[in-house]
């Protein structure tokens, strides 16, 4: 778990300075500080279920081939 949090802090910490160099407002940089990682941690989901779905598929085709 802690492993997971300082990089939960380091990703905010990402978005927040590029945003912030970018604009230079520290609004928008948080702003997309907050939004930023939501929307990727929703998108790992699917990104993960779809992973997962093509790696059974593989070993599906694995197995019909050595059966």
Same mark, same amino acid.
């Given at each position: 778990?802690? #492993?997971?949090?300082?990089?939960? &802090?380091?990703?905010?910490?990402?978005?927040?300075? @590029?945003?912030?160099?970018?604009?230079?407002? &520290?609004?928008?940089?948080?702003? &997309?500080?907050?939004?930023?990682?939501?929307?990727?941690? @929703? &998108?790992?989901?699917?990104?993960?279920? @779809?992973? #997962?779905?093509?790696?059974? #598929? #593989?070993?599906?085709?694995?197995?019909?081939?050595?059966?």
């Amino acid at each position: 778990m802690t #492993k997971t949090l300082t990089f939960a &802090v380091l990703h905010f910490s990402v978005a927040f300075t @590029v945003t912030y160099l970018l604009t230079g407002s &520290v609004l928008v940089g948080g702003a &997309v500080a907050l939004v930023e990682p939501a929307i990727n941690t @929703v &998108v790992f989901y699917f990104h993960d279920k @779809v992973w #997962k779905r093509f790696e059974a #598929k #593989k070993l599906s085709a694995l197995n019909a081939i050595t059966a």
